[in-house]
């Protein structure tokens, strides 16, 4: 249904752009306020998108192609700081995951962006206008939320994500690595195809420590990774800049207002230890065009009780994840031994409850818990 009214979405990240695209394909008219330049600096972050996810930017014509772009991984294996370990193998003839190069996919939705009629690019937002939507859609660094009314709850983990490429004496074999061990979490995601060596990195660590490792030299970042993750692929060699970040749960205390509605990191974000803060945003790309979708030809893109359709279908999925990547944190950097024990012994009890973990890989492959 073609519609005069107007969308604008302040924030052009992933989410941003994708709920742009997703809009236009209902004919409505977006204006997308951010910079579609590209970065200063190269951008070494990996993102796990899962099949919702997937299907979300396929959609709106921005899914990478290219296996080199987006890596499926057909295994994963994470390991506790003990005897605990769990292992995830994909059904035969499908993928559990893939991880996507994060400066192509931002070269996919930039070029759908540009390439569609309905999409407006503008470096500052236009005069708001009767019945129209604001999207914020600008991570959780965010001024234009408070700004609008809204306030967020957050709490500051002690750890500081680091995120850099390394390519591994060994093929990686579509396989995704994940080590509790001690007061770090290390992941090893498969990027460069399925054939390739190259992994992306994010080491969950004490805040002075990331500081240190970032500012330490590619051979010392490299030999610490190399005995992180065991050799479980040989010899580590650092191939791209080392970033850092601290890491924040937070939560919007409501995402909805008459004409503004909240989606991606600035409604929420999550301990990247699951790799699901993405698929959370990307949930909420498709939630908000499903009710914009549906919404009756008397209501208006803006209206408050059609917007808060959308905040009640993505609170539990969001807070699910919230508390259980949270707990999960929690639970591993306690120093108490009973915790430890109980942790190594949950993770073995687990991985041998075949239904259970079944229906533990299907929940995160097709969508956010429910």
């Not at 994708?18 to 993102?47: C, E, H, I, M």
């Not at 499926?72 to 700081?81: I, K, L, N, T």
Request: charged share 15%.
């Amino acid at each position: 249904m073609a519609s005069s009214q107007d969308v604008t979405i302040q924030g052009a990240g992933i989410v941003g752009m994708a709920l742009a695209l997703s809009l236009a394909n209902l004919r409505l008219r977006v204006t997308l306020v951010g910079d579609l330049n590209p970065p200063a600096q190269a951008d070494v972050r990996a993102y796990a998108i899962n099949h919702a996810g997937k299907a979300t930017l396929e959609a709106v014509g921005a899914w990478p192609q290219d296996p080199h772009i987006a890596t499926p991984v057909r295994q994963m294996r994470v390991f506790g700081d003990a005897q605990g370990c769990v292992q995830f193998d994909a059904p035969e003839g499908d993928d559990l995951t893939w991880i996507v190069d994060v400066p192509a996919l931002i070269q996919c939705l930039q070029d759908a962006v540009r390439a569609n009629p309905k999409i407006t690019v503008a470096a500052g937002a236009p005069e708001a206008k009767a019945n129209s939507l604001l999207v914020i859609s600008e991570g959780r660094a965010t001024t234009t939320r408070a700004l609008a009314g809204f306030t967020a709850r957050s709490v500051t983990y002690p750890h500081h994500a680091l995120a850099t490429r390394v390519r591994m004496a060994q093929p990686h074999a579509g396989t995704a690595w994940q080590w509790f061990d001690g007061n770090t979490i290390l992941g090893l995601l498969p990027i460069g195809g399925p054939d390739g060596q190259d992994m992306a990195v994010v080491w969950s660590q004490p805040a002075a420590k990331a500081e240190s490792w970032r500012e330490a030299g590619p051979e010392a970042l490299a030999q610490a990774l190399t005995e992180a993750s065991h050799h479980t692929l040989g010899e580590a060699k650092v191939i791209g800049s080392v970033a850092t970040w601290p890491l924040v749960l937070s939560r919007a205390d409501r995402w909805v207002a008459s004409g503004i509605a909240l989606v991606g990191d600035t409604a929420h974000t999550v301990h990247p230890l699951a790799g699901q803060g993405l698929n959370l945003g990307l949930g909420d790309v498709a939630e908000l065009t499903r009710v914009l979708s549906q919404r009756e030809s008397w209501r208006s893109v803006g209206d408050l009780k059609l917007l808060r359709r959308y905040e009640r279908a993505r609170a539990l999925p969001t807070l699910s994840m919230q508390t259980a990547t949270d707990a999960l944190f929690l639970a591993f950097a306690s120093r108490l031994p009973l915790v430890g024990t109980l942790r190594n012994v949950g993770m073995q009890w687990f991985d041998r409850m075949g239904p259970v973990k079944q229906w533990t890989m299907a929940q995160a492959r097709l969508a956010e818990p429910n």
